[in-house]
């Protein structure tokens, strides 16, 4: 159904001979009423009262049904649930080396579980430092606080609003132990150039491919650049058991010891005792019978993502003023969402005024990405992270203070960033919309 809409759409435009694609058709002619000779230059906004470039916007259909009725109907034929030795946690982690090719993988509660762990197994503690953005997730951050460990973080690249490795590089002291990339929106780090700095300094490099499920970089899977790939399955991630994580690593150093750090720190391979201190981070098997019946899923919805978000940079790459999020062109973004700038000098109106007629011309978008770098938020001002107080600072472990932290190009982003939303059930002709309504509204703000 949708795809017959989308059909008779392209026609139509066929039939009024480009005509509509150049913005010559007034609003009236544009709904298929009436045919007009003399044209206005360009059709009032939508927001002013004209038509809106877009019709509809296709939606995501549920994203679940026969395979995961199978997995769990499979699963309440077993005569435990707990995940050690459970046949649909041994079938998602077996699928996950299809995405992700890792010797050890561990499966977990959430994506934010993945990352402690793998921040605990690096032996990261007390005063000790991570590099990382301000600009994702608190789930980046949470389980390096838990450690006593302080976030430090970088600036970021403007279009890729993926870290800057100079700044990363600029940032490090001798108390830094790690870097976590955070592949933001599915689009991949500098991979080469932090696993450099990271070797350089000795440090360890996770990867926070939360948002990146199916992403490449220059060809290899996202996660097998870094010594730790983390991995969310929470329900707006690509794949989705409603909640979970998978935290994967092939490093000796690190990947057999892993999964103590995400189960109370029981070593259920050599029995031993307790030797480290850890929480109770697993998944059980319902959630992975049905993440592993999503799995098979992912290539369709990374390719398609792929492709979608790719033509739209390819439609608005040309307006001015506009910049588009940047993809190398060797790498494989997986658009968890697409996020393009505006030049604020470029346009005569500001980044809401350009956000509100855009949402008006019916694409399905928001301002920005969060709210503000995670520095600003209350949290991190207070330094409050343990019941208002943040013991490692009191200690003098650490000097930070989140009051004086500024990553200017991080802020620029989240001020002037609008984000379209890409999803694997859009069309061509939905993206092609969405590039028109942009053009449309920049030359209107044009300065
Ligand atoms: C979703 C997300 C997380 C946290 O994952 P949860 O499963 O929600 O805990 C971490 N980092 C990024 C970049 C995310 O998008």
Same mark, same amino acid.
């Given at each position: 159904?949708r ?5 008779s759409?392209?026609e ?7 005509l ?9 002619a544009?709904?298929?009423g ?12 939508a ?5 809106k ?9 549920r994203r ?7 997995q769990l109907?499979?699963m ?5 649930l ?20 890792l010797?050890?993988v ?8 993945a990352i ?5 197994a690096a032996?990261?503690g007390?005063?000790d430092?991570?590099?990382t953005?301000a600009v994702?997730?608190?789930? #980046?951050?949470?389980g390096?606080?838990?450690? =006593? @460990?302080?976030?430090?973080? !970088?600036? /970021?690249? *403007?279009?890729?609003y ?8 600029r ?24 696993k450099?700095v ?6 360890v ?10 992403a490449?970089y220059?060809g290899?899977?996202?996660g ?13 991630k ?9 935290v994967a ?9 892993m ?5 109370k720190?029981?070593?259920r ?5 307790l030797?480290?201190?850890? #929480? ?5 098997e319902? =959630? @992975?019978?049905?993440?592993? !019946?999503? /799995?098979? *899923? ?5 390719q ?16 001015p003023?506009?910049?588009p999020?940047q ?6 973004c ?5 996020m393009?700038r ?13 956000f ?6 019916g ?6 990405y969060i ?8 949290v991190f001002?207070?330094?409050g992270f343990?019941?208002?107080?943040w013991p490692?600072k009191?200690?003098?472990l650490?000097?930070i ?6 990553n ?8 002037t960033?609008i984000r379209v939303?890409?999803?694997e ?7 092609l ?7 449309k509204?920049a ?5």
């Amino acid at each position: 159904m949708r795809e017959s809409r989308s059909l008779s759409r392209r026609e139509f435009v066929a039939g009024t001979s480009g005509l509509l694609m150049t913005g010559a058709v007034p609003a009236v002619a544009a709904l298929g009423g009436e045919k007009t000779a003399s044209a206005p230059a360009q059709s009032p906004l939508a927001i002013h009262g004209g038509s809106k470039t877009v019709e509809t916007v296709p939606s995501l259909p549920r994203r679940w049904g026969d395979p995961e009725r199978e997995q769990l109907d499979e699963m309440l034929k077993q005569d435990s649930l707990f995940y050690w030795g459970g046949p649909r946690t041994r079938l998602l982690v077996e699928r996950f080396r299809q995405v992700c090719p890792l010797k050890y993988v561990h499966t977990c509660s959430s994506g934010t579980a993945a990352i402690h762990i793998a921040v605990a197994a690096a032996g990261i503690g007390p005063g000790d430092e991570v590099i990382t953005t301000a600009v994702t997730d608190p789930g #980046t951050v949470i389980g390096v606080l838990y450690q =006593q @460990a302080v976030p430090v973080f !970088a600036d /970021l690249g *403007r279009s890729t609003y993926n870290l800057d490795v100079e700044d990363v590089k600029r940032r490090i002291t001798p108390k830094t132990k790690a870097i976590i990339a955070v592949h933001l929106g599915g689009n991949p780090c500098d991979l080469d150039a932090l696993k450099a700095v990271a070797e350089q300094h000795n440090l360890v490099l996770i990867e926070d491919c939360a948002q990146a499920w199916g992403a490449k970089y220059r060809g290899r899977p996202i996660g097998t650049v870094g010594h730790f790939a983390c991995f969310s399955l929470q329900d707006s991630k690509h794949v989705t058991c409603g909640d979970g994580g998978i935290v994967a690593s092939s490093d000796e150093r690190f990947g057999p010891i892993m999964a103590r750090f995400g189960d109370k720190g029981y070593d259920r391979v050599k029995g031993l005792g307790l030797n480290v201190f850890a #929480t109770n981070y697993r998944m059980s098997e319902p =959630q @992975a019978a049905v993440a592993a !019946a999503q /799995l098979p *899923r992912l290539e369709k919805i990374a390719q398609r993502r792929s492709e979608l978000g790719n033509l739209l940079t390819e439609k608005i790459a040309h307006i001015p003023g506009i910049l588009p999020h940047q993809v190398h062109p060797q790498d494989r973004c997986v658009y968890w969402f697409y996020m393009f700038r505006i030049e604020p000098k470029a346009f005569r109106g500001n980044r809401g005024e350009f956000f509100k007629a855009l949402r008006a011309e019916g694409v399905s978008c928001a301002s920005g990405y969060i709210g503000k770098p995670l520095y600003r938020e209350p949290v991190f001002q207070n330094h409050g992270f343990f019941a208002g107080r943040w013991p490692v600072k009191e200690l003098g472990l650490t000097t930070i203070d989140y009051t004086k932290h500024s990553n200017p190009e991080a802020e620029a982003i989240l001020a002037t960033g609008i984000r379209v939303t890409i999803h694997e059930a859009m069309t061509e002709d939905y993206i092609l919309d969405v590039a028109k309504a942009i053009e449309k509204i920049a030359r209107f703000y044009a300065a």
